[in-house]
């Protein structure tokens, strides 16, 4: 098939010959034609040579590459694509988990689908697109899913908030394929209410999954604190480690409101569970309990690169604040989620609230994203998950 050709500027080509799978609008020298956005483009050197083939978007990332290969990008290198990142799960012992049934099927550029975000849970499949040429094949891929996935019989796309701006449309999320189910959501056998329809993200933070199962090893006996908590996931899996006693605080009181209810969902009995709506810098300036244990999981203090600097000084004022409320021994679990804090800039944050307090601090654990969110060796920039379990005397 015939695409329309985007030609580099000579030497703009290295990153792509290293299938790095975007292509920045400064290495553009030409365009043969008016690509509409969405549209599938072949990306030459300087010299026409073919170096792949990508969707087409008027913004700093002018291409996100799909494949490396001159082909066909029709349905069936789509069933492919899916195919493999259902392979992958099987894998990872996630497909028809009996205690696990929400995860990610799909993790943009690290299974090759850039612009395109799929997670599960239970029967239904939410799709997130990024970009229009992910969204103008959702159908496609809505429907690819549930002849691959046999377990998944509804796909309900969330897209209205994650299209780029330029994108001339009005997008209205909705169900593509079947309608809502009444499913018992399961992650390591811990039982979740979640709305994708208006939760954040797709419904759930399924990023934080083995990390939420570290703190529940770590929290027999404990007082713990879980700030930023949302569905409250990381309070349930302390009391389920057998916390003596948690405390989630949000800002929003539906997070609060969802997660009592993920707490009655998993204890009949009795907890010692209290949740505060409060922000969180307040709420730890005003308090004057201590704890064995902290959890530090903000939302993104920096979207964009003019925002770093300020979001750097948020995560050093917030890890001295959590410090400063540990008991001797005690354990902080502090993460980013933020693309743009790469991983040194983190550690070199949380290192200056450490140094702000003046207690001893061990690192006993770096974390990221788990498997089901895999980050292509050749994109770091997919790495947006960064954490650190500390130890703090």
């Known amino acids: 098939m015939d695409y329309i050709k985007l030609t580099l500027k000579p030497g703009k080509e290295q990153s792509l010959l290293r299938f790095h799978p975007w292509v920045f609008s400064g290495a553009i020298k030409k365009i043969d034609g008016n690509p509409t956005e969405g549209e599938i483009v072949e990306v030459n050197d300087s010299t026409g040579k073919f170096i792949a083939l990508g969707h087409y978007q008027p913004s700093s990332i002018s291409v996100r590459i ?29 497909y028809q988990s009996k205690h696990t049934n929400i995860f990610r099927l799909i993790h943009g550029e690290g299974d090759i689908m850039p612009g395109l975000i799929v997670d599960i849970y239970g029967k239904t499949a939410v799709m997130q697109c990024h970009s229009l040429g992910m969204y103008n094949i959702r159908q496609i891929i809505a429907e690819l899913i549930i002849e691959q996935f046999e377990a998944v019989t509804s796909v309900f796309d969330k897209s209205a908030g994650t299209l780029p701006f330029k994108a001339s449309i009005s997008p ?10 009444d499913d018992t959501l399961l992650e390591y056998g811990n039982r979740f209410e979640v709305s994708w329809i208006e939760g954040q ?38 009391l389920k480690g057998g916390a003596k006693k948690v405390i989630t605080v949000d800002s929003s009181q ?40 902290i959890v ?15 979001a750097l000084q948020a995560y050093k004022r917030l890890n001295a604040a959590a410090i400063r409320k540990l008991n001797p021994g005690g354990i902080l679990f502090t993460f980013s989620c933020s693309q743009i804090v790469n991983k040194e800039n983190f550690r070199n944050a949380v290192f200056s ?10 690192i006993l654990h770096q974390l990221t994203q788990p498997a089901d969110h895999p980050i292509n060796i050749y994109h770091p920039e997919g790495e947006y998950l960064k954490g650190l379990v500390l130890q703090v005397e």
């Open 254 to 293: 539906k997070a609060i409101e969802l997660t009592k209810k993920n707490i009655d969902l998993n204890f009949s009995n009795e907890v010692n569970h209290e949740a505060f709506c409060s922000d969180v810098f307040e709420y730890m300036r005003l308090s004057d309990e201590k704890f064995d244990i």
């Open 172 to 181: 209205v999320d909705g169900y593509l394929i079947g309608k809502e189910s």
């Open 66 to 94: 799909v494949s490396f290969t001159n082909t066909s990008i029709d349905k069936e290198f789509w069933r492919n694509r899916i195919q493999n990142a259902i392979t992958l799960r099987k894998t990872l012992g996630l």
């Open 296 to 310: 530090l999981d903000p939302p993104a203090f920096a979207k964009h690169n003019d925002a770093l600097r300020n």
């Open 353 to 362: 609230g450490c140094a702000i307090v003046g207690r001893q601090v061990k």
């Open 201 to 238: 993200k797709t419904g759930f933070f399924i990023d934080q999954r083995e990390n939420r199962l570290l703190l529940q090893h770590y929290s027999k006996d404990k007082s713990v604190l879980n700030t930023f908590g949302y569905t409250g996931g990381f309070s349930v899996y302390a």
